[in-house]
């Protein structure tokens, strides 16, 4: 039996904690709203961010991180990516090297563009750092529907220790060591899963849809080469599998946000509708910055950007898209 603890009670950390107790695990759950730590430990439930579950018992939740991460050998960050490195920094000289920490955020952080990795590493630079990445909704998950992850790490014993974690007859988990590709391929499938969204409310089709997941991963493969990650990584499950379960399944609150922009809706309007991070905006303005600064065409990120951030016209925006000078598909 390990001890795990989880900071952030959200829909995924909380899935992923149901899985690792029911994989013989001892879990906590650290979550700053006291009526999620309330609903776990009375009612064994986590009804703010996903219904109908059942916790088991051997999931403990606190309002209080000392409390949560004593004697834990990993630490999960299952927090949204702009809060990785303060969740980070509050876990100075409060752990022992040897714990292990994992991220299942995607995305870069803003203002510095640091992969997540790289932000956990400069607040914790003593511990090992796994990312774990995929097409995973906390929906699936949490019943038990067969899925496949990807875990990652500048030390694959480490990552290797993490995939036996996981691991169950409906969870499997494979290893990738380009820690860059996984990471980027993660958070750029975000941006495109809001175009997604907002295609689909725009009343668009299958054709359009396609078009739209097969040049976004062009958008995916170009800045991820130019970061240093692998192709073959971006056709994986952290690149291709992870853009078409985000920009299809009725669980991504990407794609859900998108929809409500494409239907009329402001960004603040579809972010409160939506109830919780969407990570795809935040992405959206960090690799806007990051493409223009490295000078890498991503058309689809910045019609988006400007969508976005610069109040243009949505038609209008598919319009520019549709009227570009003409090219080769080549990449």
């Known amino acids: 039996m390990k001890k795990v603890a989880f900071l952030g009670g959200g829909s995924f950390g909380t899935s992923l904690a149901i899985l690792l107790a029911n994989n013989g695990n001892k879990v906590s759950i650290y979550d700053r709203d006291i009526n999620v730590v309330k609903d776990i430990n009375e009612n064994r439930r986590n009804d703010k961010y996903i219904k109908n579950l059942l916790i088991p018992h051997d999931v403990t939740a606190y309002n209080n991180i000392d409390l949560a991460i004593k004697d834990a050998e990993f630490i999960v960050l299952s927090v949204p990516s702009h ?94 060591e380009d820690l860059v590709g996984v990471e980027i391929g993660g958070a750029v499938k975000n941006i495109i899963a809001l175009a997604a969204g907002v295609c689909d409310g725009l009343g668009y089709g299958d054709n359009t849809k396609a078009a739209l997941m097969t040049r976004g991963m ?75 600064k490295l000078d890498v065409e991503m058309p689809i990120t910045d ?23 003409k090219k080769s598909e080549i990449y």
Not at 229 to 247: P, Q, R
Not at 256 to 265: D, F, Q, V
Not at 304 to 324: G, N, P, T, W
């Open 83 to 176: 809060v990785i490195r303060d969740i980070s920094r509050q876990l100075k000289n409060k752990i022992s090297k040897e714990v292990i920490i994992i991220s299942i955020a995607k995305g870069i952080e803003e203002g510095t563009n640091l992969r997540l990795s790289e932000v956990i590493k400069e607040e914790l630079p003593q511990n090992d750092i796994v990312i774990l990445s995929g097409p995973s909704h906390a929906e699936e998950v949490s019943l038990n529907i067969p899925t496949t992850v990807v875990v990652s790490s500048e030390n694959m014993d480490k990552a290797k220790i993490v995939q036996d974690l996981f691991m169950n007859p409906a969870f499997r988990v494979y290893t990738n």
């Open 218 to 292: 062009a958008e995916i493969v170009r800045i991820g080469l130019r970061l240093g990650g692998k192709a073959e990584t971006f056709l994986g499950l952290t690149g291709m599998g992870d853009l078409i379960v985000t920009c299809t399944s009725i669980h991504s609150r990407n794609r859900r946000a998108g929809y409500l922009i494409g239907t009329g809706k402001t960004t603040d309007e579809a972010i409160k509708e939506v109830g919780m991070v969407v990570e795809g905006i935040k992405a959206c303005r960090a690799f806007y910055e990051l493409k223009e």
């Open 303 to 325: 019609i988006l950007y400007k969508i976005l951030f610069k109040d243009v016209d949505v038609k209008e925006a598919v319009s520019h898209l549709m009227e570009r000078e």
